[in-house]
């Protein structure tokens, strides 16, 4: 399983940014993936995710800002209305068991005040 992310960058605050995700090599595309991030100094925290079905689910802080959506094998993240709090490290996953990540390279999204 391989994940390809991209779409990571340097935005002022009140800016946009989208996140694309390919996955490859894998039987699991009909299982879910999603998004986390991790911050300087701070765990890795969920940011949304979306079942092949349609289903998503967003952590509190990026509710209302950032959409996911699922295209096959392709997860997007489409960031608006970015915080300098959402700065960091954005890694995309697919979810291969109940208890098991596939995880993509990561990709830096800073945003600045």
């Known amino acids: 399983v391989q994940l390809q992310a991209s779409g990571g960058g340097s935005v002022q605050a009140g800016g946009s940014l989208r996140l694309s995700c390919v996955a490859s090599?894998?039987?699991?595309?009909?299982?879910?993936m999603g998004w986390y991030r991790q911050a300087p100094g701070k765990q890795r925290e969920l940011v949304a995710t979306a079942t092949i079905g349609g289903t998503t689910n967003y952590a509190y802080s990026v509710k209302g800002r950032f959409t996911i959506s699922r295209a096959g094998n392709t997860v997007y993240l489409q960031m608006n209305d970015l915080k300098p709090e959402d700065t960091a490290v954005y890694y995309c996953?697919?979810?291969?068991?109940?208890?098991?990540?596939?995880w993509g390279q990561g990709t830096q999204v800073t945003v600045s005040s």
């Open positions: 090599g894998s039987l699991f595309y009909g299982n879910a």
């Open positions: 996953t697919l979810f291969l068991t109940s208890n098991t990540n596939a």
